[in-house]
T-cell receptor
Framework: NAGVTQTPKFQVLKTGQSMTLQCAQD?????MSWYRQDPGMGLRLIHY???????DQGEVPNGYNVSRSTTEDFPLRLLSAAPSQTSVYFC????????????FGSGTQLSVL | KQEVTQIPAALSVPEGENLVLNCSFT??????LQWFRQDPGKGLTSLLL?????REQTSGRLNASLDKSSGRSTLYIAASQPGDSATYLC????????????FGQGTRLTINP
């Protein structure tokens, strides 16, 4: 029962570096999303996808790119890391959006120096 | 814009007590409300989902209620145990912007043996 798998668990970057956070789910969920969690700010939606080939912006999309080439995978790309992107990142998925429980991965703790 | 508030930010009670966590939201036009649990360094686990047409949902010692007209939900935990110590978050899916869950900042609960 893998559920939602995120890699890596921890990452340290230098300002200006790029990287990709990986997210995969094995539940055949159509909906996938990325959140960041910051102290005092709560969880904020970065990007989401309602199916393969379809993505859209959330609340805080600047500095991040996503793509959804398969139902299973939803990678998050940091184009040029900035200290403001230091955060804990969570991937989440569900069958649909209307009345479905959301399943979360265990998170990636990212530090940008 | 939907806003979700959880008060108090932290709560400490002795083992065995029944307790209530509160969640309020500003826009009553919602599809559903979810309660999540988050353990330190972990992802979120969905505990209960209440659809807008429902008044409450129960799972074991947990009972969540929803009063959509007043913009309030409560999570009742019966006979609390040290293992219940965690942060509890509520999240609302509004009819406008249904692809996005809006989270409260959570209540950090500590159950003292």
């Amino acid at each position: 029962n893998a559920g939602v798998t995120q890699t890596p668990k921890f990452q340290v970057l230098k300002t200006g570096q790029s990287m990709t956070l990986q997210c995969a789910q094995d539940m055949n969920h159509e909906y996938m999303s990325w959140y960041r969690q910051d102290p005092g700010m709560g969880l904020r939606l970065i990007h989401y996808s309602v199916g393969a080939g379809i993505t859209d912006q959330g609340e805080v999309p600047n500095g991040y790119n996503v793509s959804r080439s398969t139902t299973e995978d939803f990678p998050l790309r940091l184009l040029s890391a900035a200290p403001s992107q230091t955060s804990v990142y969570f991937c989440a998925s569900s069958y649909g959006t209307a009345n479905e429980k959301l399943f979360f991965g265990s998170g990636t703790q990212l530090s940008v120096l | 814009k939907q806003e979700v508030t959880q008060i108090p930010a932290a709560l400490s009670v002795p083992e065995g007590e029944n307790l209530v966590l509160n969640c309020s939201f500003t826009d009553s036009a919602i599809y559903n409300l979810q309660w999540f649990r988050q353990d330190p360094g972990k992802g979120l686990t969905s505990l209960l989902l209440i659809q807008s047409s429902q008044r409450e949902q129960t799972s074991g010692r947990l009972n969540a209620s929803l009063d959509k007209s007043s913009g309030r939900s409560t999570l009742y935990i019966a006979a609390s145990q040290p293992g219940d110590s965690a942060t509890y978050l509520c999240a609302v899916r509004s009819i406008q912007g249904a692809q996005k869950l809006v989270f409260g900042q959570g209540t950090r609960l500590t159950i003292n043996p």
